[in-house]
C-alpha cells in the first residue's frame, strides 16, 4: 500500500509552508491502521499527480534555483528517515520537473511516465547533469545510503524532540542500545534548533553528511540550520 496520507503533507509543508510537524501527525495517524510490523510505501510524487518540481514551480519557486534545489533536499531527507519502504519516481533525485517538457494540456497536471503520453524522458547520462542536479543527485546518494548504514532508523525508537504545530523546525531521535540518530528539519529561514543535550544522551554530536560537530553548552545543543534544510546527527564518539 502506498501512504497517500501522508505522502499529501509534501505539498503541505514544501509548496505551502505548514509546519514539518504536519509529516509526524500525518504518520502516526496513518501508522495506527497498520499492524506494528507494517507500514505502507512513501513517496514524494509519482505517474499519477502532478510532480514534486511542479508543485514548486506552480508557488512561484524558480525551476533550478537555490530556493527549488533546497526544497527538494528536504523532500528527501524525510523519505531518508521514513521508517517504512519508499519508493522513488525516476529523475526525482535529480529534481525533474515537467514544466516545458510537458505539453500545455499536462502542464500542472503531472510529471508522470510513458513518452508516448508526452511527459519528459529520463534523464540516465550523469554527464548530461547540471550542477545543480548533480548536487541533488549526490546529495540523494549520501542520505539514502544511511538507512543501511543506521539500521536504526527504521527499528529504532522513535521520539519526536521539537513538535510545535507552530514550528517550522521539526526534531526526531532514533535510538537502540548501539546507535543514536537526531534528524532535524528546518522548513524556513536560517535559524537555530535547541534540544537537550538529555534527550540524546550526549554532549557532541555530529552531522553524517556535512562532517561538522556540535558541543553541547549548558546541557543543549543549539544546532545552526540554513535555510531550508535537514541535519542527520550521531553521537560523536572519539
Same mark, same amino acid.
Not at 6 to 19: C, G, L, M, P, T
Not at 22 to 39: M, Q, T, V
Not at 79 to 90: D, Q
Not at 134 to 143: C, I, N, Q
Given at each position: 500500500?502506498?501512504?497517500? @496520507?501522508?505522502?499529501?503533507?509534501?505539498?503541505?509543508?514544501?509548496?505551502?509552508?505548514?509546519? @514539518?510537524?504536519?509529516?509526524?501527525?500525518?504518520?502516526?495517524?496513518?501508522?495506527?491502521?497498520? @499492524?506494528?510490523?507494517?507500514? @505502507?510505501?512513501?513517496?514524494?510524487?509519482?505517474?499519477?499527480?502532478?510532480?514534486?518540481?511542479?508543485?514548486?514551480?506552480?508557488?512561484?519557486?524558480?525551476?533550478?534555483?537555490?530556493?527549488?534545489?533546497?526544497?527538494?533536499?528536504?523532500?528527501?531527507?524525510?523519505?531518508?528517515?521514513?521508517?517504512?519502504?519508499?519508493?522513488?519516481?525516476?529523475?526525482?533525485?535529480?529534481?525533474?520537473?515537467?514544466?516545458?517538457?510537458?505539453?500545455?494540456?499536462?502542464?500542472?497536471?503531472?510529471?508522470?511516465?510513458?513518452?508516448?503520453?508526452?511527459?519528459?524522458?529520463?534523464?540516465?547520462?550523469?554527464?548530461?547533469?547540471?550542477?545543480?542536479?548533480?548536487?541533488?543527485?549526490?546529495?540523494?546518494?549520501?542520505?539514502?545510503?544511511?538507512?543501511?548504514?543506521?539500521?536504526?532508523?527504521?527499528?529504532?525508537?522513535?521520539?519526536?524532540?521539537?513538535?510545535?504545530?507552530?514550528?517550522?523546525?521539526?526534531?526526531?531521535?532514533?535510538?537502540?542500545?548501539?546507535?543514536?540518530?537526531?534528524?532535524?528539519?528546518?522548513?524556513?529561514?536560517?535559524?537555530?534548533?535547541?534540544?537537550?543535550?538529555?534527550?540524546?544522551?550526549?554532549?557532541?554530536?555530529?552531522?553524517?553528511?556535512?562532517?561538522?560537530?556540535?558541543?553541547?553548552?549548558?546541557?543543549?545543543?543549539?544546532?545552526?540550520?540554513?535555510?531550508?534544510?535537514?541535519?542527520?546527527?550521531?553521537?560523536?564518539?572519539?
Amino acid at each position: 500500500a502506498f501512504s497517500f @496520507p501522508v505522502q499529501q503533507s509534501f505539498e503541505r509543508v514544501f509548496a505551502e509552508n505548514a509546519s @514539518p510537524s504536519a509529516f509526524y501527525r500525518a504518520y502516526k495517524a496513518d501508522a495506527a491502521n497498520y @499492524p506494528a510490523y507494517a507500514a @505502507p510505501n512513501l513517496f514524494i510524487d509519482n505517474h499519477d499527480m502532478e510532480g514534486f518540481g511542479d508543485l514548486l514551480t506552480d508557488k512561484g519557486i524558480l525551476y533550478g534555483s537555490e530556493d527549488y534545489l533546497n526544497r527538494y533536499k528536504e523532500a528527501i531527507s524525510l523519505l531518508a528517515v521514513y521508517r517504512g519502504p519508499v519508493t522513488m519516481f525516476y529523475n526525482t533525485e535529480i529534481g525533474a520537473a515537467c514544466h516545458e517538457e510537458c505539453p500545455d494540456y499536462l502542464k500542472g497536471k503531472t510529471g508522470g511516465a510513458g513518452n508516448d503520453s508526452g511527459r519528459f524522458n529520463a534523464v540516465t547520462d550523469l554527464s548530461e547533469l547540471t550542477d545543480w542536479e548533480r548536487e541533488l543527485y549526490d546529495y540523494t546518494g549520501k542520505v539514502m545510503a544511511l538507512k543501511d548504514r543506521y539500521p536504526v532508523i527504521c527499528s529504532g525508537n522513535y521520539k519526536a524532540l521539537i513538535s510545535d504545530k507552530e514550528s517550522q523546525i521539526y526534531a526526531a531521535k532514533m535510538s537502540d542500545k548501539k546507535d543514536c540518530i537526531v534528524y532535524i528539519l528546518n522548513n524556513s529561514d536560517k535559524s537555530d534548533a535547541v534540544i537537550d543535550a538529555a534527550d540524546v544522551g550526549a554532549d557532541k554530536l555530529a552531522d553524517v553528511v556535512t562532517g561538522r560537530l556540535f558541543r553541547a553548552k549548558d546541557g543543549k545543543f543549539n544546532i545552526e540550520m540554513h535555510k531550508d534544510s535537514a541535519r542527520f546527527l550521531v553521537k560523536w564518539c572519539k
